[in-house]
Structures are given as C-alpha cells and as structure tokens.
C-alpha cells in the first residue's frame, strides 16, 4: 500500500507528459552574426541625400557668416550648421503636419 501511494505522489509519468510538436518546416536554419566591420558600417552609415543637405546647410551657414561679419567665422558657422542646423531642421520637418495626411 505505502508503494502505491509513492508512486502516486512522485514524478508524472513520460505517458503523462504531452507529446513535443514537430515543426512542419524541417529543421530551423541559424543565422550567421554579420562581421564587426558590417555591423558598424550599418550604424554609421548615412542616407546620401541627408549627406548632401547637411552639407550644402552647412555651406549656406558659412556663406552668411561671411556676409555678416563678426558673430562667429564662417568656418565654424559652416561646421555648427552642419552638425546643429541640419539635425534641428529635420526635427522640425517631421514634426510638421504633411500635407494632404489625415491623422
């Protein structure tokens, strides 16, 4: 009697225990982790139109720097455009509402 009632209290049997599924597809394919060097070409990389507008943003801030004079050198006005101006004109496009977009 004490046997019966260990074995009712113990481990659930393997007949118990729900049967794993097999996946349809065949066995699971694992994907290589890129290299160093992708991995961070990806993270730097910049659309070459955003390249572009920073840049002539920042040619259009150096080139009033040098038509007004004194405030600060075209060259850093040209460099701060780049690096303030343009981020800060993005911000503010996406903000704006698009035309013709209802929300």
């Not at 004079?69 to 060259?75: D, L, Q, V």
């Amino acid at each position: 009697m004490a046997r019966i009632e260990i074995e009712a209290r113990g481990a659930p049997t393997v007949a118990a225990a729900p049967a794993r599924r097999r996946r349809a597809t065949g066995r699971r394919r694992v994907t290589k982790k890129p290299a160093l060097i992708r991995r961070l070409g990806r993270a730097v990389w910049v659309s070459p139109r955003h390249a572009a507008l920073a840049l002539t943003t920042g040619l259009i801030c150096g080139a009033l720097a040098a038509r007004i004079g004194e405030p600060i050198a075209p060259p850093y006005a040209a460099i701060l455009g780049t690096l303030v101006g343009y981020p800060a004109l993005v911000a503010v496009w996406r903000w704006l509402p698009r035309a013709g977009w209802h929300r």
